[in-house]
């Protein structure tokens, strides 16, 4: 009869563990469904982020269900009572090396693929259309707990009293390399929009380049992906992407309203 307890609890302990790994690709598989997934995609860049996402993401899955394939089968095999005496290793070197070799093959394969990838976003800068790093399209600029963007005068200039600041909201044309300079006044931050696949940190004392091409007009979501603060949370504000005439008509209207008198 003791037996028999042991023999189930057994069974159920082991049970128990499968279910981590059951309930982990069971939520994987269905999360899109759900949607709890990644929102769509409207960059033009998106894509190569997406391919090394789905990438690293394979990896860790394959990792994840082989690891605790092995672990719920040396729980079941080795929770069995057995008299007789433990045997003591100091390990087994040639194991070791295996273990050690595969996430070593799996970095270098990473390395690899998200060369494409790094090289787009961080160094391929545009050079011949309306913005370049030189010549950027706006600053925008982090701090407890907002988003500030600036626009230039007519002449390109930040400075002075024609420069268009817009709290939160990100105004940019579609279908445009755009270029912007960001910018922390105070803490680390992160510039994040998810539907662009673009995140960078904008760190104090740095002036960093960024640029993305909007591909479908719409407003969507700007966070803040660093924690920064009591007012983290607040840190939300929008990028409305407009179609070119209507984003030349609404900083046009900007800029006239500067010289509005009431």
């Not at 230039?152 to 912007?180: C, M, S």
Request: charged letters at 20%; proline letters at 6%; one cysteine or more.
């Amino acid at each position: 009869m003791a037996a028999l307890k042991h023999f189930l609890l057994r069974v159920v302990v082991t049970l128990l563990l499968l279910a981590v790994p059951v309930l982990g690709v069971w939520t994987f598989t269905e999360a899109d469904r759900w949607g709890l997934w990644f929102p769509p995609m409207v960059s033009s860049y998106g894509g190569s982020i997406d391919k090394l996402f789905y990438l690293i993401l394979w990896m860790v899955t394959v990792t994840f269900v082989g690891t605790e394939a092995l672990l719920v089968w040396f729980v079941f095999r080795y929770s069995k009572k057995d008299p007789t005496r433990a045997i003591f290793t100091h390990g087994n070197h040639k194991l070791e090396m295996v273990w050690t070799a595969i996430p070593a093959v799996l970095l270098v394969i990473v390395a690899i693929s998200q060369m494409e990838a790094w090289t787009t976003v961080k160094m391929n800068f545009p050079e011949d259309g309306p913005y370049t790093r030189e010549k950027p399209l706006m600053e925008v600029y982090a701090s407890q707990f907002d988003w500030r963007v600036r626009y230039p005068d007519a002449q390109g200039n930040f400075t002075g009293a024609d420069v268009i600041e817009v709290p939160y909201d990100i105004t940019v044309p579609e279908d445009t390399k755009v270029v912007l300079r960001l910018k922390s006044r105070d803490v680390l931050h992160s510039f994040f929009v998810p539907t662009f696949r673009l995140k960078q940190d904008a760190v104090p004392g740095m002036e960093i380049p960024v640029w993305f091409e909007a591909t479908e007009p719409g407003s969507y979501d700007l966070i803040c992906a660093e924690l920064c603060g009591w007012g983290h949370y607040k840190m939300a504000g929008k990028i409305h992407v407009l179609p070119k005439d209507e984003f030349d008509a609404w900083l046009a209207a900007k800029r006239a309203a500067l010289y509005a008198t009431d």
